[in-house]
């Protein structure tokens, strides 16, 4: 099992920046790497979406609606991964979530896990 615990979420105003943390703990991680660690939000009323995204190889991610106001980097050795958020707006309320995906055996076999999710509030 892999556990995934966020920090940093809050209050902000409108403008402001936040700045969230993520990390990866479990036995599992001891034998076999993160294939990618992401950030997905759950705004109130709506479906959670994929705002940012690290794999272990390719491109970094960004929805649209965050590109050049977010910033995703992951750090392997300490198994984690923050969102450096700037620029926020209302629109950008909601509960983050991180969410890894990792090998659990030499096949490539991926699984999902994710966290518990923390609060972002941007007040206008």
């Known amino acids: 099992q892999v556990q995934l615990e966020e920090s940093g979420g809050g209050l902000v105003q409108t403008g402001g920046s936040l700045r969230l943390s993520c990390i990866a703990s479990?036995?599992?991680?001891?034998?076999?790497?993160?294939?990618?660690m992401n950030w997905y939000r759950q705004a109130p009323g709506e479906e959670r979406e994929l705002v940012a995204g690290a794999p272990s190889a390719g491109p970094l991610f960004y929805a649209d609606s965050v590109k050049y106001r977010f910033t995703i980097s992951r750090d392997d050795p300490a198994k984690t991964v923050t969102l450096q958020m700037n620029s926020l707006t209302p629109e950008d309320t909601g509960i983050y979530y991180c969410h890894a995906v990792v090998f659990v055996n030499n096949e490539g076999a991926r699984r999902e896990f994710w966290g518990q999710g923390t609060q972002v509030t941007v007040s206008s």
């Open positions: 479990g036995g599992i991680l001891s034998i076999y790497s993160i294939y990618s």
